[in-house]
Nanobody
Framework: VQLQASGGGLVQPGGSLRLSCEAS????????MAWYRRAPGKERDMVAQ???????NYANSVKGRFTISRDNAKNMLYLQMNSLKPEDTAVYYC????????????WGKGTLVTVSS
């Protein structure tokens, strides 16, 4: 499975961004997908997760502001980020968990989100 994230950039506090992640390769075995982020000087943390059936889970710091979604037909994962704060500044990574052959976590290259005035 290959994952390609896009949509990062510079945004002012209070603004919005939408991240996208395109999955390719052996996508039929993907179970849950997630967005993680690594802020400067910090470890990588889970931001939001979505199961194959659409069930979601969010980090407390983004609940009510971020929305994760997926389009299985298009092999796409999204993260709608609203009311962005400077502390949301990080490199955001797309993650997919594959079942069956090649079972395990797969990561895309990150996309940088900078929230600053």
């Amino acid at each position: 499975v290959q994952l390609q994230a896009s949509g990062g950039g510079l945004v002012q506090p209070g603004g919005s961004l939408r991240l996208s992640c395109e999955a390719s390769g052996r996508t039929v075995g993907i179970n849950f997908m997630a967005w993680y982020r690594r802020a400067p000087g910090k470890e990588r943390d889970m931001v939001a997760q979505i199961g194959s059936g659409g069930d979601t889970n969010y980090a407390n710091s983004v609940k009510g502001r971020f929305t994760i979604s997926r389009d299985n037909a298009k092999n796409m994962l999204y993260l709608q980020m609203n009311s962005l704060k400077p502390e949301d500044t990080a490199v955001y990574y797309c993650n997919a968990y594959l079942m069956g052959v090649g079972k395990g976590h797969y990561w895309g290259k990150g996309t940088l989100v900078t929230v600053s005035s």
